[in-house]
């Protein structure tokens, strides 16, 4: 059997294998991406990608591709409602547009675009970036020791395998994950609740949408509840049908029991709201609804991400942006622990940081289900619904390595209109000036370490010059004007003060005034960042 070497493997190449890959490879990570499938998804699947992700996509340069790839697919902004059929009665609107109400939390929109459109992106990026992706490849086994881990990948056109020896595993490998099985990790959390369907279809509803724009309509009518999404010619669609009444009113949640043609068209027509309306169903996919998370995100050198940690109902548009997250924070994490910047305490900051933000995600995408689609599951005992925004920037991410402050009381969310820039917290939007040009303080993170340094400050740039890792020095009103003159309240940083963001763009420590020596305050500072002994 041949060897390959990698620092990295991922094991599955969907959207949140692929975005590991990306966010690795810039920052010069090589790895080796293994999926079963011979190519980027087929089946629609996700298409709400929030502001949080696409600020993580902007970080590496890749925004602007994604936002056009998104407008081939779909008109964007539309709305988010609830009706009893297409054609008939709007019952309720969530948004009237997508990004309504959150335009100056961040530098990044909400956009609409499916998996078939985006991961094409990101395996491209990959390419670019020298990220091996290997298609119709599947991980057969898993064994780590002490100084990394072997698997073998078998090739599922050939049946030939090949040994693969990387220092660390991610494992992308979705709701199913073989490998967080193999590793034993049971899960938490409702179990699963319906036996679903989505059911793909051509007809021209161009006539029934009329003149609105519309991302996500939810459908609640006498015989079934589910949602539609409809691709930007209004000539083919998909149904998803979580439950069916009977003319008892007696509902069923086992939809995936028939899934024949006639029965489709049926639930199409119903749906719609167009009782003669030529249909014709292109494929019909049986999933199920559920709402768990992993007892533990990693075990040892593999570090499980997505769909393999958490699943959650789509209700929200949360699962795949969360599992784009958890890449995000992992792929700094191993780039510093490889390079030998951090101590490899870093890693188990993965589990402590993303685990809360993984079941607290699941709870939000859970009671928006059991409220909008299937009360009978029970209102008690549902974690009260925070908006949005505040799932999507809102959330905070703690662990040993981050400062947090005396008095604060480790809240795991706050409202992003009111941010505190609190350590564990995302470092928030700032329109700002640099050098004439307008841009946002987010795009100064991405990188590396960043220091904000306050107005009057003296001492932070000559501070971080000193360290053995590079922290960019940023002093406010030199390097960035913030013409609403709202910095020094916004990062809680007074003249003398400064806050250390994570390559992720998270605030990890901060001082409101001048310590007593800059040079030994950062230095502690980020030693604690970096997990370093
Ligand atoms: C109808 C619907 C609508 C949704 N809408 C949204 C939305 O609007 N926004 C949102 O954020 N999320 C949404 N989601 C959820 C989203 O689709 C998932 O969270 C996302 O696809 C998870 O990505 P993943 O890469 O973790 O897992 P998956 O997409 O399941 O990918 C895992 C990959 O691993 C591969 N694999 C498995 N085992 C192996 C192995 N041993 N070797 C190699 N490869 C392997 C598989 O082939 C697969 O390609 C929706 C889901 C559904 C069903």
């Given at each position: 059997m041949s060897e390959v070497e990698t620092p990295v493997l991922i094991v599955g190449g969907s959207l949140v294998g692929l975005s590991a890959g990306v966010f690795l490879g810039a920052r010069g990570v090589p790895c080796l991406v293994a999926e079963r499938h011979p190519g980027t998804a087929i089946h629609p699947r996700a298409a709400l990608v929030n502001q949080r992700t696409m600020?993580?996509?902007?970080?590496?340069?890749?925004?602007?591709?994604?936002?056009?790839?998104?407008?081939?697919?779909?008109?964007?902004?539309?709305?988010?409602?609830?009706?009893?059929?297409?054609?008939?009665?709007?019952?309720?609107?969530?948004?009237?547009?997508?990004?309504?109400?959150?335009?100056?939390?961040?530098?990044s929109k909400r956009i609409f675009i499916t998996q078939i459109g985006l991961e094409p992106v990101l395996l491209?990026?990959?390419?670019?970036?020298?990220?091996?992706?290997?298609?119709?490849?599947?991980?057969?086994?898993?064994?780590?020791?002490?100084?990394?881990?072997?698997?073998?990948?078998r090739s599922r056109d050939s049946g030939d395998e090949q040994r693969v020896r990387a220092r660390y595993v991610i494992g992308a490998d979705g709701p199913r994950s073989p490998t967080r099985e193999r590793l034993g990790i049971g899960t938490l959390g409702h179990g699963s609740f319906s036996d679903s369907i989505t059911i793909y279809f051509r007809a021209d509803v161009m006539p029934l949408l009329g003149d609105r724009n519309l991302s996500v309509i939810y459908v609640f009518n006498p015989n079934l509840v589910g949602f539609f999404r409809f691709s930007i010619d209004g000539q083919a669609g998909f149904l998803v049908v979580n439950?069916?009444?009977?003319?008892?009113?007696?509902?069923?949640?086992?939809v995936g029991e028939d899934m024949s043609e006639e029965t489709c068209i049926e639930y199409c027509r119903l749906a719609l709201g167009a009782p003669d309306l030529p249909i014709e169903i292109e494929n019909v996919q049986r999933w199920s609804s559920m709402a768990d998370w992993a007892e533990r995100f990693s075990e040892g050198r593999v570090l499980l991400a997505g769909d393999s940690v958490h699943v959650m109902p789509p209700t929200g548009g949360f699962g795949g942006n969360t599992g784009v997250q958890d890449a995000y924070d992992l792929a700094?994490?191993?780039?510093?622990v490889l390079d030998g910047t951090a101590g490899p305490g870093l890693l188990d900051t993965y589990d402590t940081e993303r685990r809360p933000v993984g079941s607290f995600t699941v709870e939000q995408a859970y009671t928006r289900y059991v409220l909008r689609l299937d009360p009978s599951l029970g209102k008690e005992n549902l974690m009260p619904i925070v908006d949005e925004a505040t799932v999507e920037l809102g959330y905070r991410q703690l662990s040993?390595?981050?400062?947090?402050?005396?008095?604060?009381?480790?809240?795991?969310?706050?409202?992003?209109?009111?941010?505190?820039?609190?350590?564990?917290?995302?470092?928030?939007?700032?329109?700002?000036?640099?050098?004439?040009?307008?841009s946002s303080l987010l795009d100064l993170f991405g990188d590396g370490f960043v220091l904000l340094a306050g107005e009057g400050s003296s001492g932070w740039e000559e501070a971080a010059g000193r360290l053995d890792v590079p922290v960019t020095t940023?002093?406010?009103?030199?390097?960035?004007?913030?013409?609403?003159?709202?910095?020094?309240?916004?990062?809680?940083?007074?003249?003398?003060?400064?806050?250390?963001?994570?390559?992720?763009?998270?605030?990890?420590?901060r001082t409101q005034g001048r310590p007593e020596s800059e040079g030994e305050a950062l230095a502690d500072a980020l030693a604690a960042a970096l997990a370093r002994e």
């Open positions: 600020e993580t996509y902007r970080a590496i340069g890749l925004e602007q591709a994604i936002e056009e790839a998104a407008a081939r697919e779909f008109v964007q902004n539309g709305a988010i409602l609830s009706v009893e059929s297409l054609a008939g009665k709007e019952l309720d609107y969530y948004f009237r547009n997508i990004n309504e109400g959150v335009e100056a939390l961040s530098p491209a990026e990959a390419k670019r970036l020298g990220v091996d992706v290997q298609h119709s490849r599947e991980v057969v086994s898993l064994e780590q020791d002490a100084d990394g881990v072997t698997a073998v990948v439950a069916t009444i009977d003319q008892y009113g007696n509902r069923s949640v086992a700094w994490k191993l780039a510093a040993d390595s981050v400062q947090v402050e005396d008095g604060d009381e480790r809240a795991l969310w706050e409202d992003p209109r009111e941010p505190t820039a609190r350590p564990g917290m995302r470092a928030p939007h700032l329109p700002v000036d640099r050098n004439g040009t307008s940023y002093r406010a009103g030199t390097d960035f004007r913030d013409d609403s003159g709202r910095f020094a309240e916004l990062y809680g940083v007074g003249d003398g003060g400064a806050t250390l963001v994570r390559p992720d763009g998270f605030v990890t420590w």
